[in-house]
């Protein structure tokens, strides 16, 4: 019998597109075809053209993005560059990379029904789909939520919430493991997972998280400059980190091993396929590891502290101690909604103790206004986008140093030096908020680090970052560090912390559950899995290899790794000098 014939839903033939005021096309010469029932992964570093592409499927752009398209593009059987933006929302779930930006109800049960009111669905139907859409993605009991209070993965959850419950065709999502926490992303992957194997839904996503399209995706495209240089077979393509990387696209950490080990490409992308290749043939020259030095009494000083928001059912932070040193980097993990950002928070004394004493700098957060902190710790929030005011980058990286009353001159200084080390001199004299969420990211940071203070707070700093906006914050911490500064940093991004931080602490529930060096953290695997953590993937390597890193717990970096497996392919035992 003859297969089925497939079905095209979506065709492009050299599209292209400009956005209105812009110096070069956003996208150029695009041919990309898919067909019902695809999971297509899209990956490209920021300016790539990704989210453009994504956008113009449901006629967002250029509807209400304005500017200049070329070529053709039919979804359906339909030019979405014509039919109203409106009318797609039966058939294209869209889930944008910011979703703070499309939380506008009272409710989280209304954010839901919002897109059911705009398609005419009755009321009584509204309520048979709102709570299996919630229940979808784990917020059941948050019907009567309000959105400004849910956290940064809970609000990404909610955006897909709003997708899924039209019941589309086509799903097409742009970041959506931003923010959630490894159990999170599992879930929302596992849901798309199941929406296309069971029940055939077309599904294309956009994600720093090579990880989790690398387990699920059918096919995987790449852009750069606007255009797509590569398309094919997952394994073929993220097989292939050294071409990834010179489109400032990541790999997963576990083929960024194996071409480090120069296996041959396509390198296995997952852990499993990594370590049985590497069990037979390892061997790598080690690469020098950057450190950072503690010295000082502790520069953060928390003693029993603990803080609920108002009509709170328990505290989001509740008995927490905690000391951080001048030079040491100290990451803060555990599951959306454990407290971490509000940890955060009362470091930058933006919000106060209820019990408890939190010092900073010398300073009782307590008894010192937000401003006269503001000289002693620098924070960055999850969403960037509640930090930045000012109407150019330039502006924006200038205003603490005028705030604390620098000299033009001196200010003009460190605005060019701030540019130049985060990559934003290109950028000076755009709007802040009119770059991508990464981008966004890096402006905040500037600001905070042109006052030069003691301490920085930075919640997600790698959120929807590429390979190339990851290293200049990656940059940064290590020289913050190796200046004496105390780091604290909130994150979901193991591989990151693993490079970066010397010791992990460990929330659930509002407490600090573990504080110990990030080695024995990530080796302690019923600790983690409880929290609904997992190590990076290198350590999953070694772990599976059986491996040691330069002490008894095993490797959390790719030189580490590297050196590892070195000791072992030395039959002598001696490896590499350390």
């Not at 001048?326 to 009362?346: A, I």
């Not at 009119?434 to 920085?456: F, I, M, N, S, Y």
Request: charged share 20%.
């Amino acid at each position: 019998m003859a297969a089925a014939p497939t079905k095209r839903v979506i065709s492009l033939a050299g599209f292209g597109f400009q956005h209105a005021g812009a110096a070069r096309p956003a996208l150029r010469d695009v041919a990309l075809e898919v067909d019902a029932g695809e999971y297509l992964g899209v990956l490209g570093a920021a300016g790539a053209g990704v989210s453009t592409l994504l956008t113009a499927l449901d006629g967002v752009v250029p509807q209400l993005m304005r500017g200049e398209t070329a070529g053709t593009v039919t979804v359906l059987g339909r030019d979405p560059r014509v039919v109203p933006v409106r009318e797609w929302a039966r058939h294209i779930g869209l889930v944008l990379d910011d979703p703070e930006l499309a939380a506008t109800q009272a409710t989280v049960a209304d954010e839901v029904a919002f897109g059911l009111e705009n398609l005419g669905v009755p009321s009584t139907d509204m309520d048979a789909r709102i709570g299996p859409a919630l229940a979808s993605v784990g917020l059941s009991g948050f019907e009567d939520r309000v959105p400004a209070t849910l956290s940064g993965g809970e609000l990404q959850r909610l955006a897909i919430a709003c997708a899924l419950v039209t019941g589309p065709s086509i799903l097409v999502l742009d970041e959506p493991s931003a923010n959630l926490d490894p159990s999170g992303r599992r879930a929302v992957y596992g849901i798309l997972r199941r929406l296309n194997r069971d029940h055939g839904v077309t599904v294309l996503v956009a994600d720093q998280d090579v990880e989790a399209i690398a387990a699920d995706a059918t096919r995987v495209v790449v852009l750069a400059d606007g255009r797509v240089v590569a398309d094919g077979e997952p394994g073929a393509i993220l097989g292939r980190p050294a071409m990834l990387a010179s489109h400032g696209v990541r790999t997963t950490d576990a083929a960024a091993l194996a071409g480090a080990l120069a296996l041959g490409e396509p390198v296995p992308a997952s852990v499993v396929g990594v370590a049985r290749e590497l069990t037979q043939r390892p061997g790598v020259a080690r690469r020098p590891t950057a450190g950072v030095r503690t010295h000082g009494d502790a520069v953060i000083s928390l003693r029993d502290v603990t803080f609920a928001y108002p009509r709170a059912e328990r505290p989001a932070v509740a008995s927490a101690s905690l000391e951080v040193a001048p030079g040491e980097v100290v990451g803060v993990v555990g599951p959306n909604g454990s407290g971490k950002s509000t940890l955060g928070r009362l470091v930058g004394g933006l919000l106060r103790p209820d019990a408890g004493r939190v010092v900073v700098d010398g300073l009782d957060t307590s008894r010192h206004p937000v401003q006269a902190l503001a000289a002693h710790v620098g924070s960055v929030f999850q969403e960037p986008g509640r930090q930045l005011f000012a109407g150019t980058v330039a502006d924006e990286l200038a205003l603490g140093p005028r705030a604390l009353g620098r000299t033009e001159g001196w200010t003009a200084g460190r605005v060019r030096q701030i540019a130049d080390e985060l990559g934003l001199a290109d950028l000076l004299g755009r709007h802040p908020l009119h770059l991508g969420r990464a981008e966004r990211k890096l402006v905040a940071l500037g600001a905070v680090l042109a006052t030069e203070p003691r301490v920085l707070v930075l919640d997600e700093p790698t959120t929807g970052a590429d390979l190339r906006l990851a290293a200049f914050v990656e940059a940064q911490v290590l020289a913050a560090a190796a200046a004496g500064r105390a780091v604290l940093l909130a994150s979901h991004d193991m591989s990151f912390l693993g490079r970066t931080a010397q010791r992990l602490v460990v929330m659930d529930g509002g407490r600090i559950v573990a504080d110990g060096p990030t080695r024995r953290v990530f080796s302690a695997a019923p600790l983690l899995a409880a929290a609904g953590l997992e190590p990076p993937g290198v350590t999953r390597v070694a772990l599976l290899t059986g491996e040691l890193g330069p002490d008894p717990w095993p490797p959390v970096t790719l030189e580490e790794a590297a050196a590892a497996l070195v000791r072992r392919a030395d039959p002598r035992g001696e490896g590499p000098e350390r």
